[in-house]
């Protein structure tokens, strides 16, 4: 057991290592808070403290000197707080805080930022929420100016807000499925239940539960699927999976994972037709689950003793990157084909049981970039190179080396040109070489056990091997 321990390792070593800190906005061990990534023309915007300004907005063109601090637009200590950044009308929109206007709508057109709705006026809050860019309009959750109700408001591209129902309360999810915008809401009682838009009037989809709350929250639309998926509560079973394709009859369940409770659903994200999100069994532990909205799988209970928290899914090189916890190497970053057997850990980022936490993955340049610790810098900026994230530890045509143990000439099941290095298990290089259309290796080596990675054809894949004399 001690050597297969060391040869993952190593494997993470020789193949994974190629993790690049772009900027420690705030120096030192304290985290930056960095969150919210979004591509806009052409550069990354998103929220962070350099620790002598508060919250603000920044932007990065992925180099060290290219992330830089946008404007202080809450002067000094204080926060700005840019929130739920969306693109719409060729602006960013963002809902944030200053001590004249207090929390509303702000715009951003890349050199200016600007407020574009006062709901309350002067330094009052209306707290916006979600922001969604709808049929040739924004929609967001605020609060009405006179009370501290929040309504659905609508703004159109030239700033112009209204309320959209003043009858209605809006829930804090929302997401667009065709030509309806689906939402959380319900009357002054508080029975959220599910419904719709067309971007003028407003209708109940399906009552969920008939005797209360449904609590619809974490509404995510599935673009190839076609349909959107949140959790709810039918009063009869717990918090649960549904999905919906914006009728009543399309509105149900799709599976009761925790029959005896909440699996409490979120973090939905869909990859190559089927959405993958977090949900607790009868165990109690929250683990990875897939679903093509008819049925439910375990993907993989990557933490038999606790939770793995899978979340902040990302579509990459056709893998699904994701951060988790195994209960032994911490928060790090993972990823799946969709197997429990490549359902594995790419990236220990905080080496040992220390959490990376990373967060608010995207791609963006041809590389993944994220906000991670790795136990020295705090929570900062990192990127992964394009080149590491495509590796494949099973190529498409299985690769097999026989024999092994071998006296040192090790067969291939087929003909491959690329090249091999020879490592030893305290990842030292023994050995290089280039294979031509070949199928044998003749190695040279004394007894003993090594590593040896094979490339060919952008792919890469790592063997134990053992010679014998």
Known sequence: MKHIYI?????????????NLVKDIRSGTTSSLLSGFVEYQGQLYFKATDGVNGSELWK?????????????????????????LTIFNGKLYFSALTALNGSEIYSYDGSVISIAADIKPGSASSS???????????????????????RLYKLTPSNTYSVLD?????????????????????????????????GTTISLVKTINPT?????????TAPTLNKTF?????????????VTDGTTAGTMMVADINPTGDSNPSDFYEHNGKVYFQAAASTGNIELWSTDGVTKTLVKDINPTGNSLPSNFLTFNNFLYFSANDGTSGSELWRTDGTAANTTLFLDINPGVGNASPSDQISFNGSIYL???????????????????????????????FPNPSNGTINLNRKIS??????????????????????????????????????????KTTFPIIIKK
């Open 60 to 84: 990065s063109d992925g180099t060290n000197s290219g992330t830089v601090l946008v404007a202080d637009s809450n002067p000094g200590s204080s926060s700005f707080n840019p929130s739920n």
């Open 128 to 150: 916006p929420g979600f922001i969604v860019s709808f049929n040739g309009n924004l929609y967001f959750r605020a609060q009405e100016a006179t009370s501290t109700l929040y």
């Open 212 to 220: 209360g709350s449904a609590t619809v929250s974490n509404l995510y």
């Open 371 to 401: 906000a991670a610790d790795n136990g020295t810098t705090g929570k900062e900026l990192y990127t992964i190179s394009g080149s590491t994230l495509g590796v494949k530890n099973i190529p498409k045509e299985k690769l097999t080396i």
């Open 418 to 459: 690329g090249s091999y290095q020879i490592y030893s298990y305290a990842a030292a290089l023994i050995k290089s070489g280039v294979l031509r259309n070949s199928t044998t290796l003749s190695l040279q080596l004394p007894a003993g056990s090594y590593l040896m990675l094979l490339e060919s054809e952008g792919l």
């Open 166 to 198: 003043n009858t209605n309360l809006v829930g804090t999810s929302a997401a667009v499925l065709g030509a309806q915008l689906l939402f959380s809401g319900g009357n002054i009682a508080g029975n959220t239940q599910l419904y719709r838009t067309d």
């Open 7 to 19: 040869f993952f390792v190593i494997i993470s070593q020789l193949c994974f290592s190629q993790i």
């Open 230 to 242: 949140f959790e709810a509560t039918n009063g009869t079973d717990g918090k649960e999976v549904w």
